[in-house]
């Protein structure tokens, strides 16, 4: 892969087809719903996080997940690529249907679902191991046998980090800032070329500035992939979201562009919310 | 609201010289138990070596046990044998035991069954180390024909080892981050593969410190050994009549009748004559060389280790 001097937009989606020898269908128009959930509810032995909650993710779009703590938007994150699976007590019931493949049949496994769905964690939590090696790993161990310098450098590139530590890849990524930490974990992710990048509050630990890089890099990220955002920071989804979804006890209360809700909010609770009255 | 409150700060009573007596109390009593271990290893150092002094060359590595000639004696057979022993049981204890920890902690859910192993295993490790020796002699000795050899030795030092490597290294395993952990799954990555890239190199430093030290421990008994019909003394070494081929005599070794140190030095003790306490007296220097030695090897792997880390 020697498309290195391309523009940045393009360059994700050229690699993704040259990745995928067995893309799983056509290229789809925007719009499509990529995530559906239905009727979902996630129960912690009695306690109920999630409550039948029912919602279309879209492709190319960032969607924000917003609800003062405790709503279960993190839940509900993690129910997307099964992450719930190791919380012990951790009951799903409802379906979730990611690229027509309900996630939670028996058939599904949820290993090779996670390749597809990305995940970047609340805490930067890059590996213990050299910059290269975080952005390969995952490649590696599900079987990449293309060209790995050219598709950790695409990755670093393409998470903005690529000028920043271009010349210590082999330095031990814990030496990194929390801001480009946090970016390398974001390439970490899009070395599988994922679907779906969950980000799970990916600001809340780090300064206004790296925040402000951060949302750049999402606003980007959406030409190629699908965003889902959780975040207790209401300007930040109103800043880097397409629709916004907020949650409160457990429940959709309200989903919707995220311009309307945040102009022309139709639940009280959702305007209260949104003023800053509560949460 | 509140009446004439007359200053906040009043409220505060701070007693800071108090509380920086205590301070050096406590700094002073902990350098003082800390002095008192160094002084008491020390003169047990010292006075071993002021004991074996005369004894303490080559020679005495070299050379067989003698009951005749007590001044030409040494400890090659039992250093041989003690050797074989920790290897031979590290090399059994240390993949059952990090695979069991690995297995309790990254695989067994948290079910009843799962806490009843862990209660067993921490009740094993505080078995007394003779019980061992009992159970390696019916079990490994005499039902499974090993006899007194330094196979059925090992393998009941495995025993008596394995609790405790299992419980220091589920300590590592469990100490490691757990965001590590789901890092790797959010990848696609597979339990194993989790446990092989992540998980396992982070725990390396805990798990070795614990092998390390059960080690020691295995090399330092006397009583299991003892049951299991080590021998008092040899005057020949473990194999040495068997011919043929490596293998051969690696299965001669490993089935051969042997001597360790800690009672090579017990049998040296028993002797009124004072030549023989000073032949257990350079033993002792050979037994805590031996542990410093195996302490190295471990710190060693370990520096080796935290720099390959870092690529």
Known sequence: MVIMDQPQGSLAGAAKAEMRPSPVSAPEPAGETIVRIENLTIRYGDFSAVKNVSLDVYRNQATALIGPSGCGKSTLLRAINRMNDFVPNCQVDGRIVVRGRSIYDPGCDPVDLRRHIGMVFQKPNPFPKSIYRNVSWGAKINGYRGDMDALVEQCLRRAGLWEEVKDKLKQVALNLSGGQQQRLCIARALALQPDVLLMDEPCSALDPIATARIEDLIDQLKTDYTVVLVTHNMQQAARVSDRTAFLYMGELIEVEDTHVLFTHPRHPRTQAYITGRFG | ?311
């Open chain 2, 1 to 311: 609201m509140t009446s004439a409150a007359p200053s906040i700060s009043m409220l505060y009573q701070p007693r800071l010289a108090r509380r920086k007596a205590c301070n050096v109390v406590f700094y002073v009593t902990g350098a003082a138990v800390c002095a008192m271990t160094v002084a008491l290893l020390a003169t047990l150092i010292g006075v071993v070596l002021k004991d074996g002094w005369t004894f303490l060359t080559v020679r005495f590595v070299t050379s067989f046990p003698s009951r005749i000639e007590p001044e030409l004696a040494g400890v090659k057979p039992a250093l041989f044998g003690s050797l074989c022993v920790v290897l031979m049981t590290g090399v059994i204890s240390v993949p059952l035991g990090v695979g069991a920890a690995v297995y309790l902690s990254e695989y067994a859910g948290d079910s009843r069954l799962n806490r009843f192993i862990q209660l067993n295993i921490a009740n094993l490790a505080g078995v007394p180390s003779i019980v061992y020796g009992l159970l390696g002699l019916a079990v490994f000795v005499r039902w499974l024909h090993l006899g007194s050899s330094i196979l059925a030795g090992s393998l009941t030092m495995s025993l008596l080892v394995l609790p405790v490597i299992i419980i220091s290294a589920r300590e590592a395993i469990a100490a490691v981050p757990q965001s590590l952990r789901q890092a790797a799954y959010a990848l696609g990555a597979t339990r194993w593969q989790t446990v092989r890239a992540h998980v396992l190199p982070s725990a390396l430093p805990g798990i070795l410190t614990g092998v390390i030290l059960s080690l020691s421990r295995a090399v330092g008994e006397a009583a299991p050994l003892l049951i299991v019909g080590a021998a008092a003394f040899m005057l020949s070494m473990p194999g040495s009549q068997a011919g043929g081929g490596a293998w051969n005599k690696l299965v001669a070794i490993g089935t051969d009748n042997f001597a360790v140190l800690p009672i090579q030095i017990f049998n040296w003790c028993k002797e009124p004559d004072v030549v023989f306490q000073q032949l257990a007296a350079a033993g002792i220097v050979v037994l805590l060389a031996a542990l410093l030695a195996m302490n190295s090897v471990a710190v060693g792997i370990r520096l080796w280790h935290q720099r390959k880390r870092t690529w």
